[in-house]
């Protein structure tokens, strides 16, 4: 996957690139944090004619989406250091189909966000408008037995409460209080050590040691901030934020029904040989999470969170393993997060519960002048 990760990391510059210049700015997700009105995509960039009326930090993760939809890198619609430039044909064709895909929706769904980019693209550029052959494996789609009902859906408080179970009972939630871990983080074939503080409401620092310096992402219960050598820690937008600090309280033991406003059953999946049940997570005026349980242990195998763009959801998974006693509490020593641009897994080797942890390490770092500290890096 060396070609993916080169794929990751030429991304993450360009994505830094544009977020230099918006430094500073806090664009409110979907409400304004501090009494400010966002502020929208028209008043930060130079050529938005589309996107008009989107919070200004939606932009990037809308391209982030798109890009992830047709299977292409920036640079197939945008002239490198000029995003505001239209000199590419893919980026004028792009409009007319953020336009059309606008329209479907308002047309047929509602203008609910039914059809995305994705659902024609489905990661090329050149949708397929013909069916494919039969392969040689084909077998016709089976009907279920007439008069064979599926099997009814458990509740949601068997779901949650058969975990709960799993994880060491009503008295292992809250327990955790703050947790601090070390082992290696492995991505493209190379493996990189790294040290994850976790703190109740929603703080956490993970300090990767690369071979140039430290790699950090991190939130201090409110803002989120990545840093990376030489260059100055940059913010996090406010859906990457929100889905950190979920990472945080899911890695201590989470009360779901105190997280959610309601847990809601769908049909189960297969991940795997594994049989699971699923539950989606609601929150007001976010996207649901999207959890997946281990139908025989209970355990909380897999959570998907999303980020709304105007034109679809970007996934993140995180698949969670090797779960392990601590503290009279099972955590996952190991999981992988994965998003359309990559994926990396995190082994822990060492942990410990419960340890003083100061909360300096979670607030982003004031730019010493002269000296630049971290910087962006996803
Ligand atoms: C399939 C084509 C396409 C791809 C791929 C794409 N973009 Fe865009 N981008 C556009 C279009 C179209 C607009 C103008 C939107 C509008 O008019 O509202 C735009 C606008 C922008 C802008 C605003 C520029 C300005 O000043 O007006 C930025 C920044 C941007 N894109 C960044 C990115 C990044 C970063 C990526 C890669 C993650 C990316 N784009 C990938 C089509 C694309
Ligand atoms: C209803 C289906 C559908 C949807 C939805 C859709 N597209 Fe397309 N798109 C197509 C088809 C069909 C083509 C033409 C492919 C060809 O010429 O072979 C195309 C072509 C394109 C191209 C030109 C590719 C090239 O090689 O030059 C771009 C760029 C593009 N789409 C971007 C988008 C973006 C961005 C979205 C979401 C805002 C989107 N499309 C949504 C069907 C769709």
Redo the contacts with the bound molecule.
Sequence with gaps: MSNGRAKGIR?AG??SA?LAGAIGLYAAWHAPMDGKAPKM?EEQ????????GTPADQ??PT??F??AS?G???E???VEHA??KDDKK??QF??NM?RMTMAINKDNFEGHLEVSCNTCHRGSSKPVSIPAIADENFKPPMEAPAGEKPAALPSANDVVGKYVAAVGGKAAIGKLQSLSEKGSMTAGGKQIPIEIYTKAAGKRASIAHMPNGESITAVDGHAGWLGSPGRPARDMNSAETDGYKLDATFALVPNLEQIFKELRVVQPEKLGDRETNVVLGIRDGMPPVKMNFDKETGLLVRMTRYTETPFGRNPVQVDFADYRELAGAKIPYKWTLGRPSGRFTIQVDQAQANVSMDDAKFVKPAAPPGAPQGGPGH
């Design positions: 991304l360009v994505v544009v995509a960039f130079k050529n938005i004619q589309v996107l008009k932009v990037v391209m982030q798109i890009s047709l292409v890198e920036c197939f619609c945008h995003f505001d893919p980026k792009a409009r953020m």
